[in-house]
């Protein structure tokens, strides 16, 4: 009976991936292909592919590029630093002006910012500038464009998802959410590893020209998509009085501030990504290509679980689903900060990838179907300030207590961290265990 139940529900979604499902309970359900059949959205899905897979291999390339200069874990977490300071000052404003804005314009503004940036590294990293300008020259330019792509993402970084409930109809927004995570997360694993592979084969200037050439490949792809026009009731408020209206959203709906509290601090505490060059080449001792692998390893998680979750999506009792995975994502932390062997510290990071899938769909769904058209803008850069950001805030205070504590302790304190957080949610916040959607 249900291996017949099988063979149909496969059938249906291959041969019909348009049509609405029944579930057991007998309510409706899309295809799990639903989504990628809207061809704008589809054009999305490659263009995000290509971009989030540049950048993914451009900070690859970064860390360990800074790493090679300066030879101080520290250095790895002003990189960090030096992009969040400008996203997090201008993500409020850029929240307001993104739900004014036409944002497929803007949206092709951003990519082509994070174009010029990549350029300008490329030209940093030639032998004529290294020929004619110092260490101290490049190292200060490499942090310079940092800084302004860190403008450039406090507009560019939250439209993808404000732009998302435009082209897909709310109904199908929570496939359409986890493949838009599967998309990232793939481009994530694919420019993580690949970095290792191109800085090995063809050094920075060359890694850097592949990487121009995927952000213009995703340039044309977005270009794509149709206009998209401010909400209609977005328009006319003062830009503070714009910016309150989306704060006073997120801060008095609670399933969006315990699910944005919750990734913030995991992410913030548990950043161990960000000392992957120290344990590659000083610890594990495995050269650029085991240092690709190592970035890529929670991505290759990440994405194995999304795709199970399309298949078999998370039904009941997500909130506390959200407050277990975060805990295990903490103690995998824990494991790869204390591993001396390359298999047991790229499992670890596996393991936190399977467990930070599961809480980024999570937490997506909920902001999504939570968030009116017309506060899209203001709520992604609000999301954005809370778990983007937390990424390189993250990355810095990794780097600083990797100074102050030394790089071992401080990844298993990070874990440790994350562990407490998820102790005083637990107490603090039960409507958050509670949560269901």
Request: proline residues 3%; aromatic residues 12%; charged residues 10%.
């Given at each position: ?39 704008e959205y589809r054009n999305m899905l490659i263009g995000r592919f290509c ?32 992009e969040v300071i400008p996203a997090l000052s201008l993500a409020l404003y ?344």
């Amino acid at each position: 009976m249900h291996f017949n139940r099988i063979i149909q529900t496969v059938s249906t979604i291959f041969l019909y991936p348009n049509q609405i499902l029944l579930n057991d309970t007998g309510t409706s359900t899309y295809s799990p292909l639903a989504a990628v059949k809207i061809p704008e959205y589809r054009n999305m899905l490659i263009g995000r592919f290509c971009f989030v897979m540049a950048l993914r291999m451009l900070g690859t390339l970064v860390g360990w590029w800074i790493y090679e200069l300066t030879s101080a874990p520290l250095a790895i977490g002003l990189i960090g630093l030096a992009e969040v300071i400008p996203a997090l000052s201008l993500a409020l404003y850029a929240g307001h002006v993104i739900d004014i804005s036409e944002k497929r314009k803007l949206l092709l503004k951003g990519v082509s910012g994070y174009l010029s940036c990549a350029a300008a590294l490329l030209f940093v990293s030639t032998s004529f500038f290294s020929n004619h300008f110092g260490k101290a020259i490049i190292i200060g330019g490499i942090y310079t464009i940092i800084f302004v792509s860190g403008i450039v993402r406090a507009f560019s970084g939250p439209i993808f998802n404000a732009i998302l409930g435009q082209i897909v109809p709310r109904q199908m927004l929570p496939n359409a959410i986890t493949w838009n995570q599967a998309t990232y997360l793939s481009a994530s694993v694919v420019g993580h590893a690949s970095a290792g592979f191109c800085i090995a084969l063809f050094g920075n200037t060359g890694t850097l020209g592949i990487i121009v050439g995927f952000i213009s490949c995703a340039l044309f792809m977005l270009s794509k998509i149709y206009e998209k026009p401010a909400a209609a009731s977005s328009g006319g408020k003062r830009t503070w009085e714009s910016v309150r209206e989306g704060l006073h959203f997120v801060f008095t709906t609670k399933e969006v501030l315990g699910a944005l509290s919750l990734d913030l601090f995991a992410v913030l505490f548990g950043g161990a990504v960000a000392m992957v060059p120290v344990y590659a080449r000083d610890i594990l001792h495995v050269g650029p290509i085991g240092f690709g692998w190592l970035n890529a390893a929670s991505d290759i998680g990440s994405i194995i679980m999304v795709i199970a979750l399309t298949f078999f999506p998370l039904k009941t009792q997500q909130g506390r689903k959200l407050l277990f995975v975060v805990a295990c994502f903490g103690i995998s932390i824990i494991i790869f900060g204390i591993s001396k062997i390359f298999w047991i510290s790229f499992a670890a990071l596996l393991l936190s990838g399977l467990l930070d899938a599961i809480s980024v769909v999570i937490r997506g769904t909920i902001v999504q179907m939570k968030t009116p058209d017309e506060m899209r803008g203001r709520v992604m850069s609000v999301n954005s300030m809370f778990i983007n950001s937390s990424n390189e805030l993250g990355q810095f205070e990794s780097g600083m207590a990797a100074k102050l504590m030394g790089v071992v302790p401080s990844v298993v304190f990070g874990g440790a961290m994350t562990l407490l957080v998820v102790c005083i949610t637990w107490f603090k916040a039960p409507s958050l265990r509670k949560m269901e959607y």
